[in-house]
C-alpha cells in the first residue's frame, strides 16, 4: 500500500511546491534493523513522490522529501531526527 501517515503540502512560493511524505515504522532496537526500516520507507514511497511530480503540473516546480520516522521498539529514536525536516 502506499498510504503515508502524514503528507504536507506547502504552496505558498508562487510556482513551487513542497511536498513532504512522512511515515513512521516501529522496529527492533537495534542499529541494523532501524537502517532497514529506514531505507524501506525511502524505497516504498519513491514511487509516490514520482507520481507527484509528475501530477503537480508543467508550470509548477514540485520538490518531494521522503521522511521515515523510525522509532525502536524500547522508544529509540534517531538520531539528527529534528534535522531531516526544514519546512
Known sequence: HTRPDLILM???TEG???VVVVDVAIAF???ANMQRA???KIEHYTELA???CAGSGVETETKVEIVPIVVGSLGVGVDGLTDTVTF
Open 50 to 52: 514520482h507520481a507527484i
Open 38 to 40: 529506514h531505507q524501506m
Open 16 to 18: 513551487m511546491l513542497k
Open 10 to 12: 506547502d504552496g505558498a
Open 29 to 31: 532496537d537495534e542499529d
